[in-house]
């Protein structure tokens, strides 16, 4: 006859367990929203006595929080793939000329435009591995992001990557309407891997990723993307 379990045989509650339980579902936040959570606590604490106050700083707080997560990605290991470089919506698939600033043929690409809500992780990762030749910020508009136009009116942040079998990728970085800064991490000469994070938007923006002649377009307009995960394309 089977014995019945005593107290003492059932498992203790393993605090160290459950926080990484915790972490492994909770994603981290980037470091550049660490003034803007602090700043909401401190007008929670200050307005202790106001319940009101109290309410919207801890509002405030979360919010912040949620919106520069940083969560963990895990990019494909095949060789020659393109990954989204954010997470959002494919909004556009076209051809067009990549920015001018960057001094490069004047001729189309096949661009992949991807738009971020505010309720999108907005941390940018790099598309593929290799190094970057060109890093240039330029002055803009605030125009909605989801707009044609924006690609070529609104602030934007450029960079170009060279991949170690000397394809050029370009990826643009491109303010909202609400977005009014661009955080870029990297400059000329950094080494990046497929899938490193290298960069954030606050508040809604959009990624444009100008593909190499003869690349092969995995996605297609209105499809969600993970960034660092989702494969764009494939190279010639």
């Not at 203790?12 to 915790?22: K, M, P, T």
């Not at 606590?41 to 919010?63: K, Q, S």
């Not at 470089?85 to 000329?97: K, R, S």
């Not at 189309?108 to 593929?128: N, T």
């Amino acid at each position: 006859m089977a014995r019945r379990p005593r107290p003492s045989d059932a498992p203790r509650f393993d605090l160290a367990h459950f926080s990484q339980l915790v972490r492994s579902q909770v994603p981290p936040m980037h470091p550049a929203g660490v003034p803007f959570v602090g700043a909401s606590l401190a007008v929670a604490a200050l307005g202790r006595r106001r319940r009101w106050v109290w309410t919207a700083g801890l509002a405030a707080a979360a919010a912040n929080a949620a919106f520069f997560r940083h969560p963990s990605r895990v990019p494909p290991t095949r060789p020659g793939v393109i990954v989204a470089p954010a997470d959002g919506q494919v909004c556009l698939i076209e051809n067009a000329t990549p920015p001018p600033e960057l001094g490069l043929p004047d001729a189309p690409r096949l661009r992949v435009s991807i738009f971020l809500s505010v309720l999108d992780a907005h941390v940018q990762r790099a598309p593929v591995g290799g190094e970057v030749v060109t890093a240039i910020h330029r002055p803009g508009l605030f125009a909605s992001a989801d707009l044609p136009f924006a690609s070529t009116d609104n602030e934007r942040n450029s960079l170009v990557i060279k991949t170690a079998d000397g394809h050029d990728v370009v990826v643009v970085q491109i303010a909202g309407l609400v977005a009014r800064r661009i955080v870029c991490d990297v400059g000329v000469g950094d080494k990046l891997d497929i899938g490193d994070t290298y960069g954030l938007i606050r508040y809604g923006s959009r990624l444009d990723t100008y593909l190499p002649d003869g690349a092969n377009v995995l996605v297609s307009c209105g499809q969600r993307t993970i960034g660092g995960e989702t494969v764009i394309a494939e190279m010639p």
